[in-house]
């Protein structure tokens, strides 16, 4: 391994994503912009192999340092050009109780990374694609290379290399500069989003509480698996959740640039699998459900779902109709790919069913999920129950379970109206999305909140009901409604 390509790919993923964070001018604190900036850093350079193509550049080791340093120079302006304002980040110590979830993390995290590193790519759908494409593009320097020179249509792989450049472009840069077998960008993706997840959680519940929904996340065999094996689900998962998450924080603040940040990062969720366009188009409706209730007018209304799509709109043009129609020299037509029967609203009842039934709850699901939707559907009925007695649920936790529904209501119907898209395939690995909210909902759940009140009051030595030391975050928050200023005050 090419230690000092890595280290160089390191910076110039930190400080590239940096300055894109920094363009959105969020009030978020330094840990979060820490794991956000690798995130995005990895994501924007896998576009660079494509945009050295489409310029006629040989992609030779000496060009991709060069592009590599251009790119991450340029993205860096908005960062150097606050360079004041960039504080260390602050770091709290664990807990003494926190320390067996460090060291499990730390072990499961220390396998994912020596798979990534010592294995080859296994999965089919890359080996037949997107793989043997970078892998001849290494030894060609050129993205329209030998692999089209094979008949793909056999077993059905011709599909695969129409799949998104995200993989291709990594695998190009990282086989280059660190391992010939690449995906080591995997495993950064993996660290970064769960320190951030985690975080997450953890200003949510008590650190105890915390640390037992990430153990649960964790054990999920086939969510883990997917952090070594390298496909698009695991990567397409972590942004859709960071934009739904930072959606929810737009909701409450309804400031502009949240909007675009979370428009931003649906615009990468799709870029790394087209299809999140549909899902994106489900999400639209929740903040603009939530704009209605505020009363903010039909006018806003429209320019919210329109500022919302407009980054899914945007990255799925850039993959369609430049990146796919110009670098694979292979006609594609989707047609033949659609449902024939798309008035047969019964056929999307059986996909729902099949998901629920066949998938999610079976012995099946059990292979590839363990018995976390049966942990899930515990906390959500005793939660549930606690809410009609107490008659409250936080908002937090019920826009929790929106996301819920909308990832399984979209899931069946692309399974219906993409014959391809199986249950037993692609929306098993879909599934990976609705994980982390349902892991937030936990966190947000009257009960789990209620015994997180209660620890820490004991943790403090206080019997009050609002630990002074707790997070804000520990008490549910009451149903509020958004209001929107509606122009200046009349003197």
């Known amino acids: 391994m090419n230690l000092t390509g890595l280290i160089f790919l390191l910076f110039a ?142 077993n059905g792989a011709a599909n695969n290399i129409f799949k998104s450049p995200f993989i291709t472009g990594l695998q190009i840069i990282y086989k280059q500069l660190v391992l010939p077998f690449g995906q080591i960008w995997l495993s950064l993706l993996f660290l970064s989003f769960t320190v951030w997840f985690y975080s997450v959680i953890r200003s949510i519940v008590h650190p105890a509480i915390a640390g037992l929904l990430l153990l649960i996340y964790f054990a999920v065999p086939d969510l883990f698996a997917y952090t070594y094996i390298m496909l698009y689900d695991y990567p397409n998962m972590v942004f859709y959740f960071a934009a739904f998450y930072f959606m929810m924080k737009y909701i409450d603040s309804q400031k502009t640039n949240e909007l675009v940040w979370v428009s931003f990062l649906l615009g990468m969720a799709t870029y790394i699998r087209s299809e999140t366009l549909v899902l994106a188009a489900v999400t639209s409706l929740l903040p603009m459900a939530y704009a209605w209730r505020s009363k903010a007018g039909i006018k806003q209304v429209a320019i919210t779902g329109a500022i919302f799509m407009a980054g899914p709109l945007v990255f799925n043009f850039i993959l369609s109709n430049i990146f796919i129609k110009y670098l694979i020299p292979v006609k594609f037509e989707l047609g033949g790919l659609l449902n024939q029967d798309m008035f047969n609203i019964g056929g999307l009842i059986d996909k729902a069913k099949e998901l629920l039934f066949d998938l999610m709850l079976s012995d099946k699901g059990e292979a590839v999920y363990a018995h976390f939707y049966y942990f899930f559907l515990t906390v959500l009925v005793v939660d549930g129950i606690r809410a009609i007695v107490t008659k409250k649920m936080s908002r937090d936790a019920i826009m929790a379970l929106w996301g819920v529904l909308i990832v399984y209501l979209t899931l069946s119907l692309l399974s219906f109206l993409i014959p391809s898209h199986t249950i037993i395939n692609s929306a098993k690995r879909g599934l990976f999305k609705i994980i982390p909210l349902m892991i937030l909902y936990m966190a947000h759940s009257g009960i789990l909140q209620s015994l997180s009140a209660y620890l820490y009051r004991k943790e403090n030595g206080t019997d009050e009901e609002k630990s002074p030391k707790a997070p804000a975050a520990v008490t549910p928050k009451p149903a509020a409604t958004i209001t929107r200023p509606t122009g200046k005050a009349k003197k």
């Open 13 to 154: 993923h930190y400080f590239a994503g940096r300055g894109i964070v920094r363009l959105f001018k969020l009030q978020i604190d330094e840990l979060t912009t820490i794991c956000m900036a690798f995130i995005c850093g990895v994501t924007f350079h896998s576009m660079l192999p494509c945009i050295m193509q489409l310029a006629h550049i040989p992609i030779t080791v000496r060009n991709t340092y060069i592009w590599l340093t251009g790119s991450t120079i340029l993205l860096s302006i908005p960062l150097l050009l606050n360079i004041k304002n960039t504080k260390l980040p602050k770091l709290a110590l664990p807990k003494l109780y926190e320390l067996p979830y460090m060291l499990i993390f730390a072990g499961l995290m220390a396998i994912s990374l020596w798979r990534c590193w010592y294995f080859p790519p296994t999965p089919r759908d890359v080996l037949t694609g997107v793989e043997l494409i970078a892998e001849y593009t290494v030894k060609e320097h050129t993205m329209l290379n030998s692999a089209f020179s094979v008949d793909l249509r056999l």
